[in-house]
């Protein structure tokens, strides 16, 4: 969002956009109250006569410490992981249930050792830990620290859908419709690659 968000101001430098980030259950009941004019969310969601658009599918990739046994394996499988604790985000982050839903699909239900609110407290938790997580693509690629690895797992891989979400019943500014428009683009750009 940062990189868009700077691209969004050069080409519409009177605009003034204003973000929030919150859980995705707050921020659906600000756009149906007509508080928030566009959300950028993970799928599923439960809302009420919103509208939404899939902008990419992202893989959510294994974290842990870099000098965690499973590092150095070629292939790590959904079982290699089913034992080892997990720090997660909180129960109302939607990632949560990513994770949960991808492991029951497996057999087995995550050990969790540790819930924070935010996804940088995840990876530095696994960093200093035998614990585990997932972590979307996108944050992997963003973490420059060599204190952790990412690994994608073998076969059916976890994903996360993410999508703008609108209400199609309140007054969309042109503004509003541009900045739509422009999430579009970015996402085919970032789909491939």
């Not at 935010?118 to 963003?142: G, N, R, T």
């Not at 979400?165 to 309140?170: E, F, L």
């Amino acid at each position: 969002m940062p990189t868009f968000l700077k691209r969004f101001a050069k080409r519409f430098p009177k605009a003034n956009v204003e973000l929030h980030e919150d859980t995705t259950q707050n921020l659906l009941a600000g756009c149906s109250q007509g508080e928030i004019d566009l959300l950028v969310v993970a799928l599923p969601i439960v809302g009420k006569h919103l509208a939404a658009e899939t902008l990419f599918e992202e893989e959510l990739l294994l974290v842990l410490a870099a000098n965690h046994p499973l590092g150095n394996k070629k292939q790590i499988r959904a079982s290699d992981i089913e034992s080892l604790p997990f720090v997660v985000l909180n129960e109302a982050h939607c990632l949560s249930d990513t994770i949960s839903t991808y492991c029951r699909g497996r057999s087995f239900q995550p050990v969790t050792v540790g819930r924070t609110n935010q996804l940088s407290m995840v990876q530095e938790l696994v960093a200093i830990s035998d614990s585990v997580s997932f972590v979307p693509e996108m944050a992997a690629k963003l973490d420059k620290s060599r204190a952790r690895v990412y690994r994608s797992i073998a076969g059916s891989k976890p994903t996360r859908t993410v999508a703008m979400i609108w209400d199609p019943y309140r007054f969309q500014s042109r503004l509003v419709q541009s900045m739509r428009e422009m999430l579009l683009d970015e996402a085919e750009a970032f789909s491939k690659g």
